[in-house]
């Protein structure tokens, strides 16, 4: 079976032009294949480049140079590095879901909205959005009083579960998690969990950051370590975890 994603050779750097023009390379040339179905979860230390490297997929950050391919439900192979914005903004709308620690809504908008809209950019029709919408926010016990509330009230571990509904709905083709469930209480956090693990079965392609070695034990098919920027391994989550822990 094809990818879903496919890097190759995927360098980023940063010149910090506060700090007399020093560069920080974040990734050094990142080779990662992730297929339907399959959790890959990036371990290793703080400033390993793995949030880096879900920013490249997302294009949040340009990588200097490389590949990040995406092939789309209907077989088509995009190179998204070429991507004009715009092409690259219906695409992330339609294939990604992208979950980090912080929820970005517009003002003035609540958790429903904010969902159903992500629901809308997926393909789905209005109201059929605000059901689905509804349906995610329920799943991850977003208490139904808060769904109209202006998002920035929300608690933070209320603001990671609009963001995880919204990463999830409908699902996408790729779910790119960058510490997802970090500030959720036990059972919430157990939704979560379990959510993730039944989008995997379903076919979707995660690649996930999780601090937790339980959640990538529990939910991972691949944990791959990365050092300085680079794939130290790659392979079964028992092996490396235990390297880990
Ligand atoms: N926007 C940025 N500007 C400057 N340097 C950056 C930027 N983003 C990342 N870096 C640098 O790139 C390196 C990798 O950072 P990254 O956040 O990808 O690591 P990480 O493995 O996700 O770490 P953590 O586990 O602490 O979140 C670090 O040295 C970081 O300082």
Not at 25 to 41: I, P, Q, T
């Amino acid at each position: 079976m094809s990818p879903v994603l496919s890097l190759r050779g995927l360098r980023k750097s940063f010149t910090l032009h506060t700090i007399d023009g020093r560069t920080v390379h974040s990734l050094h040339g990142v080779d990662l294949d992730v297929r339907a179905g399959e959790h890959v979860a990036l371990a290793g230390p703080s400033g390993a480049g793995k949030s880096s490297l879900l920013r490249c997929v997302n294009r949040t950050y340009l990588p200097d140079s490389g590949s990040v391919g995406l092939r789309t439900a209907d077989g088509t192979e995009l190179e998204l590095t070429e991507l004009p914005d715009r092409a690259m903004a219906r695409v992330r709308g339609r294939e990604f879901g992208y979950v980090s620690q912080f929820l970005a809504a517009p003002p003035r908008t609540g958790p429903l909205e904010v969902v159903a809209a992500t629901a809308r950019r997926r393909g789905v029709e209005r109201a059929e959005a605000r059901e689905a919408a509804a349906e995610a926010l329920k799943r991850l016990n977003l208490d139904e009083a808060l769904w109209d509330v202006d998002c920035s009230v929300l608690s933070g571990g209320e603001r990671q579960r609009v963001n995880l509904a919204a990463g999830t709905v409908r699902p996408p083709r790729l779910l790119l998690l960058d510490e997802p469930v970090s500030a959720l209480d036990p059972a919430n956090r157990e939704s979560a969990l379990e959510l993730i693990a039944s989008l995997t079965a379903r076919g979707v392609a995660v690649l996930a950051v999780f601090h937790d070695l339980d959640a990538m034990r529990r939910l991972a098919s691949r944990v791959v370590l990365m050092s300085d920027g680079r794939i130290a391994r790659d392979g079964a989550p028992e092996e490396i975890l235990e390297e880990v822990a």
